[in-house]
């Protein structure tokens, strides 16, 4: 019946892809790491893969301008450390916040 007033329409349904946040991909290369804290060299690997990954993603507007660059920022510090470094930046709390920059270095003059 065509003619009633009061026919519901529907809903359109739109099949909209699952977007990964900054917190969602900050927490799956906290657990890579922490998985790997006692083998940098294994959790480096994995982080080369989630770079391919996440640079995919940003293609394809997924990921934006400024999540690529933190990502890129602490892959590149994670990437660069040694067994020390590695277990301080794992340790670091604050260096898993979406926001994280490292702060400038304050250099002491001795004049």
Do not use: Y
């Amino acid at each position: 019946m065509g003619w009633w007033p009061f026919k519901s329409k529907r809903a359109v349904i739109t099949d909209d892809p699952h977007i990964r946040g900054a917190r969602h991909w900050l927490q799956e290369m906290q657990e890579i790491c922490e998985k790997n804290f006692d083998n940098p060299a294994e959790g480096q690997r994995a982080i080369r893969q989630m770079q391919i990954e996440w640079k995919d993603a940003h293609g394809e507007a997924e990921v934006p301008d400024d999540l690529r660059e933190g990502l890129d920022k602490r892959a590149f510090h994670l990437l660069r450390a040694n067994q020390v470094e590695w277990l301080d930046w794992l340790d670091n709390e604050d260096f898993w916040k979406p926001g994280w920059r490292l702060e400038p270095r304050v250099h002491d003059d001795e004049s």
